[in-house]
């Protein structure tokens, strides 16, 4: 039975896609460019929602009433997904095979290379399926990126997933990018986060800098967060080239992260918003009301 570098089952009863679990994040050193990098999956490196091709072409039933239950908040990516599943009912391969169609940003993997360069740690955290992201990155080169997401297991024809990067308190999302974020600013290091779509909130409003486009866009003006409009990758590393260039001319345009400096905006979800252990985001929870943090 192999296992990844954070001890997770690569192969269980069936097929299971490897992911790193709670991975840490390496600290900041001296010198070091105090900034971390976190990247949502669907619709922002891939070009198309790939859960959602998946979903469109191999999974029978009622998905796109989940679907809009989840885009309205009435539940929570865990429970979405659950219930996905519960009529998932073809062969594995034949999702690989669809996610493996999707289109990619050209412009990642220059972006990635560049902020590598720089030795800035980068990370894809994704709150969805989670199994076709590791085989993207590998097709594209990148396969050494770290993964935060859910563990999907394929056995036969049926289907179940698992939630290592949840939060511990709180059960409305699947992959807690909210965790993460205050994971890499724990360290020192400021946080740039990079999406698309609805579930990019619950990591955007904790970070320090924001790429949005999309849902995400409208979600940052109607929260009233300051963000970046952006299209292409191609923009964000000019973004980054002047940044990088900034920072070595003068290393307090981008200053690390005191240990007493507050959260961003403050809490709006999780159990210091919400309470513990909800399934659901409460309703009326949006746009926020923020908890001091």
Known sequence: MGVDAAGVNLVTEGRTEPTDVRPPVPPLRDGDVPLSILIDYDGTISLTDVTDVVMAEHLPGNWEESAALYDAGKIGSRSQMVWELEEFDTESELLFATAAAQPHDPGFVPFIRRAQAASIPVEVVSDGFGFFIRPALERLGVGELTVVTSRTVFAGRSASIEFPNGHPRCFVCGT??????????????????????????????????????????????????????????????????????????????????????????????????????????????????????
């Open 176 to 293: 807690c990018k909210r965790e993460r974020v205050f994971a890499h600013r724990a360290t020192g290091r400021r946080v740039m986060y990079i999406g698309d779509g609805e579930s990019d909130r619950y990591a955007a409003g904790y970070s320090d800098m924001v790429f949005a486009k999309r849902s995400l866009e409208r979600i940052c003006i109607e929260a009233g967060w300051p963000f970046h409009r952006w299209t292409t990758f191609s923009e964000i590393d000019t973004w980054l080239v002047a940044t990088l260039a900034s920072f070595e001319r003068d290393a307090s345009t981008l200053a690390p992260v005191a240990a007493t400096e507050p959260t961003p905006r403050g809490f709006f979800c999780g159990p210091e918003a919400w309470g513990e252990g909800l399934t659901d985001p409460p309703d009326g929870t949006w746009p926020p009301t923020y908890v001091p943090g």
